[in-house]
């Protein structure tokens, strides 16, 4: 009789709970980028950022240009400048099965900060995550995050 069993259950017993990348975007905990965006960026991967990150980092609507006084803001450029920062520091990391994680800096405008009719707007720089790992077809992924 074979043995079916993985090497891990083996070793830790049966999970308690298993969730897939399919349930995180389902439930969404996780945000697809594009395709088309993610191909612009030259990635060639499937990317997902948190919720937490696209929404802090990619969502910008009228209300937060009127509520912060920034202009010329939308979720598509600031989806498009995070995909090309990622890009970016893929290219100067190298392959992506030589790394598990990655961090980089991208320059955006908070949309919890509110400018005065003097003050100089210029965004501010934070630090995402990528996490690499392989899907099921044996691809890559891509999940950005802000880390911990």
């Known amino acids: 009789m074979e ?4 090497p891990l259950t083996s070793l830790c017993g049966t999970p308690i709970d298993v969730r897939t990348r399919a349930d995180a ?3 969404g905990t996780q945000i697809e980028a594009p395709a088309e965006f993610v191909d612009r960026a ?6 997902t950022l948190t919720a937490d990150a696209w929404g ?14 920034v202009l010329l803001q ?17 290219h100067r990391a190298g392959p992506l ?6 961090r980089f800096r991208v320059a955006c405008f908070r949309r919890d900060v509110v400018f005065g009719p003097d003050d100089d707007q210029d965004p501010s720089e934070v630090e995402l995550e990528a996490l690499f790992g392989r899907g099921a077809d044996g691809g890559h992924l891509i999940t950005v995050h802000e880390p911990r």
């Open 3 to 6: 043995n079916t069993t993985d």
């Open 25 to 27: 975007i389902a439930n």
């Open 42 to 47: 030259d990635l060639l991967a499937h990317v």
């Open 56 to 69: 802090r980092y990619v969502t910008w609507t009228n209300e937060d240009s009127d509520r912060t006084g």
């Open 74 to 90: 939308d979720s598509d450029d600031r989806l498009m400048d995070i995909l090309r920062a990622l890009a970016a520091g893929i």
């Open 97 to 102: 099965n030589r790394v598990e994680s990655l």
